[in-house]
């Protein structure tokens, strides 16, 4: 039989997981590598909450799992050794498990990379860890046009918008994926399960401050807190200031819902350990106007659900952005986007420097992306 190879957390073991395997055995012996606490612990900056050998003891015990281990690498390919060992015919991944490192991997070693699509067993509902964990209710946030306006020193060269959606917690972001997970935790600090009742803005201001204590060096954009805060989407208006002059929010169901389709998630190369996206910027004023303008122009054509515009505007905010921060992007984050590009009409990076996503713009279904919920009301 061929071997098929799977690897992941498998931390509270549920149907999902189950479905998973299952769908993994039937093209050959399945083999389970699992993270171990300490890899856990760095991608996810939390604890898991059964620990490594009963992840492991409870993997074995299924039928349809051949072997199982933990593995003994780091990162988000710390199965490299094992990988090489076993030779298998296969490496099979989830959907939001895909990344174009696993991918390029299993090019150089000779194995097929397949894709799951997260198909539940009979009639049992789709299971995710994230959604069992109680405190993951809080969003997360995609900045998706404008990003950097947040910071003064690019406002105050020309004052303009930042588009933020707050994005339900279907999956678990790693830490440095652009998506506001520093943010994230310190709500999860104040709020531990939801964000709570009462004045959206305030709550926000509230989570910026705590964020930001009095004295702290690097001062978070306000954006970040609020684009998990507040839900919809969010037009962030800055003119030099660390706090928007000024809100306009999209809570309309049908234009949420048209944005949700259009929108496909890629996922990227790991940063690498000396990143730096602050150096040999570029931060001038006729930059920071073509950002101001492609976020205007992103705000404009999502309102009136023009797809061709908003893939225009979303690339124009790209380029915006790199042309100041050229560092943002790295030589695996351009060979990806050279991968998609011709199945999107415009795309953008959550995060800068890899560990994040591609976000493309799509009328039809985009390979091995993953899609969002955006949290649509108070």
Not at 13 to 20: D, M, Q, R
């Amino acid at each position: 039989m061929k071997r098929v190879f799977v690897s992941g957390c498998y931390d509270m073991l549920h149907s999902g997981h189950v479905a998973f395997f299952e769908e993994a055995s039937t093209y050959g012996e399945l083999y389970v590598g699992i993270g171990s606490d300490k890899t856990i612990n760095e991608l996810k900056a939390r604890r898991t909450i059964n620990n490594e050998q009963e992840r492991l003891y409870m993997v074995k015990a299924l039928k349809s799992v051949k072997d199982a281990w933990i593995n003994q690498g780091s990162g988000i390919i710390d199965f490299i050794e094992e990988i090489k060992t076993l030779r298998p015919d296969i490496f099979f991944v989830n959907s939001d498990g895909h990344s174009a490192l696993k991918e390029q991997l299993c090019q150089e070693l000779g194995i097929e990379y397949l894709v799951s699509q997260r198909i539940p067993h009979a009639n049992l509902p789709i299971r995710s860890t994230t959604a069992l964990r109680e405190e993951c209710r809080i969003p997360y946030r995609i900045d998706l046009a404008g990003g950097w306006l947040d910071q003064p020193n690019v406002s105050s060269l020309c004052p303009g918008p930042v588009l933020t959606i707050s994005i339900e917690p279907d999956y678990e972001f790693n830490d440095r994926s652009g998506m506001s997970t520093s943010s994230r935790k310190k709500a999860i600090e104040l709020w531990q399960i939801d964000i709570p009742a009462g004045d959206k803005e305030k709550l926000a201001k509230t989570l910026f401050c705590y964020e930001n204590p009095p004295g702290t060096k690097y001062v978070s954009g306000s954006q970040d807190a609020l684009g998990i805060v507040l839900p919809g989407l969010n037009k962030l208006h800055y003119n030099g200031g660390f706090w928007p002059s000024e809100i306009e929010r999209i809570l309309d169901s049908d234009t949420l819902t048209w944005l949700e389709k259009h929108l496909w998630l890629i996922p990227l190369y790991p940063r690498h350990n000396d990143y730096d996206v602050l150096c040999e910027t570029n931060i001038i004023a006729e930059n920071a106007k073509k950002l101001s303008d492609a976020a205007v122009n992103t705000w404009n054509a999502i309102k009136d659900k023009d797809i061709q515009k908003f893939g225009k505007s979303l690339r124009e905010s790209f380029e915006a952005q790199i042309l100041m921060y050229p560092h943002m992007v790295t030589t695996d984050i351009l060979n990806v986007l050279k991968k998609y590009k011709d199945q999107a009409l415009g795309w953008k990076l959550s995060g800068a420097g890899g560990g994040g996503y591609f976000i493309l713009v799509s009328n039809t279904p985009v390979e091995n992306a993953i899609q969002i919920r955006i949290r649509k009301s108070d």
